[in-house]
């Protein structure tokens, strides 16, 4: 059982379409990251969120962490073929060590 | 400037062959990190280094045996490879609030 879920696994849509990925978890996290992998590459960390309720952008995206510090967000406005990739979620739970999400594929069709 | 490097690139092996697969970075972090990553569950943590001469279990060590050779290496041993652990293995460095810098990763083919 993965300590965190994300959802949904898979994703294909039309440039221009708006989408949202969800990482959520029973456990309380004292920070989440957000990763995005492209094919043949190492994970590369977008954001880092640290504060129930925060929300932070980056250019198009917009992450969101749970009041609870349970869970998180990722939305992409208006989505291009250059944000096709794997995104993972990933957070510490207390003082254990970083777990991550199975990941979300996110296909962007030109 | 490099960061987190890895070799090989790409390997295949028998079972029962051994082959160590090599990390380095030049962030000057004392932590290094091993992980695999395998389709529909993320990556999972193998093996730590808090510090030169310190090593840990992960959650998946069984099968593999790390070497912190120095602050900047750090390597990981498969003595006899199982097609169980064909994967892509990752090397990460730590940043602030737990977060991780990977190398570019190693892709195993275990037949």
């Known amino acids: 059982t993965q300590l965190l879920e994300q959802s949904p696994q898979f994703l294909s849509i039309q440039e221009g379409e708006n989408l949202t990925v969800y990482c959520n978890s029973s456990?309380?996290?004292?920070?989440l990251q957000w990763y995005r992998q492209e094919p043949g590459e190492g994970p590369v960390l977008l954001v880092t969120?640290?504060?129930?309720?925060e929300v932070k952008k980056l250019k198009r995206l917009t992450f969101q962490f749970g009041d609870a510090r349970k869970d998180s967000s990722l939305h992409i406005t208006a989505a291009q073929p250059g944000d096709t990739g794997l995104y993972l979620c990933?957070?510490?739970?207390?003082?254990?060590?970083?777990?991550f999400g199975a990941g979300t594929t996110v296909t962007v069709r030109a | 400037n490099a960061g987190v490097t890895q070799t090989p690139k790409f390997q295949v092996l028998k079972t029962g062959q051994s082959m160590t697969l090599q990390c380095a970075q030049d962030?000057?972090?004392?932590?290094m990190y091993w992980y695999r990553q395998d389709p529909g569950m993320g990556l999972r943590l193998i093996y730590y280094?808090?510090?030169?001469?310190?090593?840990d279990k992960g959650e998946v060590p069984n099968g593999y045996n790390v070497s912190r050779l120095n602050k900047r290496e750090f390597s990981l041993r498969l003595e006899s490879a199982a097609p169980s652990q064909t994967s892509v293995y990752f090397c990460?460095?730590?940043?602030?609030?737990?977060?991780?810098?990977f190398g570019p990763g190693t892709r195993l083919t275990v037949l």
């Open positions: 990933a957070g510490t739970p207390n003082d254990y060590k970083l777990s």
């Open positions: 456990s309380v996290f004292s920070s």
């Open positions: 969120v640290v504060t129930g309720g």
């Open positions: 962030m000057n972090h004392n932590s």
């Open positions: 280094s808090a510090s030169e001469g310190t090593t």
């Open positions: 990460a460095v730590p940043g602030g609030y737990n977060e991780q810098f």
